[in-house]
């Protein structure tokens, strides 16, 4: 399996999971989003990653999430499903589930917590991949595993030469070791990685790169066109999204994709909900955004984008009551 047999590329959501302020899966919010973003034009969509709070439900609730996403979105874009786990035993589990309930594929970083060795880092994709028949996602998290596989020679080609590896999330905060990825392997698997800027754009049209999966989609009314025109080659009109689409992310989310206002997850809720869409809450570990500077900054960010953000909730987030 290789780049040539999946069709993945351009801008994909890695949804939030939607939680209600009980703390319960919002199954219902999470069917709006999945029809949210198919109607937003979005090419691809990931469940249970990072933005996902995969670490925080339980595996049953993970397998409810992806029935639920992969039932609401009926084949229109491609569903990829997040299997990160302590475990290979549970990943691959989880990666079979994903391939019951319909999934495109299935991705995973390495075991979180663990620091495990590059040769380790193999043997875990080799078991995980191979537990079924769906391509497979490789993803580079180092914000949340302690380990950069884009700083490790070689590691990135290894890994893109297991069967069912056909693509690479490097989400590294070091834009040239994403760059010596593309190098490395792009040739081979797809390669999504930090491209929706003026930088990315040279890059793809001169060395390659397949997309970008950006936590919640916030973006994508801008994103969705840059990659569009990308794929047409036209320069121009990508240069003219992709700064719209900078002046959301640039402004929320730092290089090493850190939250420049709160954790990443809890100030992506606080503007989904300001703008009406259906993010839900977080769940414990995180707390919900409420500090009224931060969140009439995010709002003010939102509105100089050129998105509409709910007045009343606004004004209700201020006083304290954001759901």
């Known amino acids: 399996?290789?780049?040539h047999d999946v069709d993945w590329l351009g801008y994909w959501p890695a949804a939030p999971t939607p939680f209600t302020s009980a703390g319960d899966l919002d199954e219902t919010a999470?069917?709006?989003?999945?029809?949210?973003?198919?109607?937003?034009?979005v090419h691809g969509v990931l469940l249970n990653g990072s933005t996902g709070e995969w670490f925080s439900q339980t595996p049953e609730?993970?397998?409810r999430v992806a029935e639920i996403a992969v039932d609401a979105v009926?084949?229109?874009?491609?569903?990829?499903?997040?299997?990160?786990?302590?475990?290979?035993a549970e990943s691959s589990e989880l990666a079979r589930h994903a391939a019951r309930a319909g999934a495109a594929g299935a991705l995973?970083?390495?075991?979180?917590?663990?620091?495990?060795?590059a040769a380790e880092i193999v043997a875990f994709y080799e078991q995980v991949s191979s537990a079924t028949e769906l391509p497979f996602m490789v993803y580079n998290w180092p914000r949340g595993t302690a380990v950069d596989m884009a700083q490790v020679p070689g590691l990135m080609s290894a890994l893109a030469d297991i069967p069912h590896v056909a693509a690479?999330?490097?989400?590294?905060?070091?834009w040239n070791a994403m760059v010596s990825t593309l190098e490395e392997v792009g040739d081979r698997v797809r390669v999504f990685g930090s491209l929706a800027h003026r930088k990315g754009l040279a890059l793809m049209l001169g060395l390659g790169g397949d997309g970008a999966i950006d936590g919640g989609g916030v973006g994508a009314p801008y994103a969705v066109p840059f990659f569009d025109a990308v794929a047409d080659g036209n320069a121009e009109l990508a240069r003219y999204w992709v700064d719209k689409y900078q002046a959301i992310s640039g402004r929320l989310i730092a290089p090493d994709y850190a939250g420049r206002f709160a954790s990443p997850i809890s100030q992506l809720k606080a503007a989904m909900w300001l703008l009406g869409q259906p993010g839900g809450v977080v769940?414990?570990?995180?707390?919900?955004?409420?500090?009224?500077?931060?969140?009439?900054?995010?709002?003010?960010?939102?509105?100089?984008?050129?998105?509409?953000?709910?007045?009343?909730?606004?004004?209700a987030a201020l006083a304290g009551e954001i759901a």
Not at 30 to 41: F, I, K, P
Not at 108 to 117: D, E, G, K, M
């Open 74 to 88: 009926d084949g229109r874009i491609p569903v990829v499903v997040g299997v990160t786990s302590y475990t290979i």
């Open 61 to 63: 609730e993970r397998r």
């Open 168 to 174: 690479i999330k490097d989400s590294t905060g070091d």
């Open 283 to 315: 769940r414990e570990p995180l707390s919900p955004l409420v500090e009224p500077r931060a969140v009439a900054a995010i709002a003010e960010i939102l509105r100089e984008a050129g998105l509409i953000v709910r007045e009343a909730r606004l004004r």
């Open 108 to 117: 995973a970083t390495p075991p979180p917590y663990v620091h495990p060795s």
């Open 30 to 41: 999470l069917a709006q989003l999945m029809e949210l973003y198919v109607s937003q034009g």
């Open 1 to 3: 399996m290789n780049r």
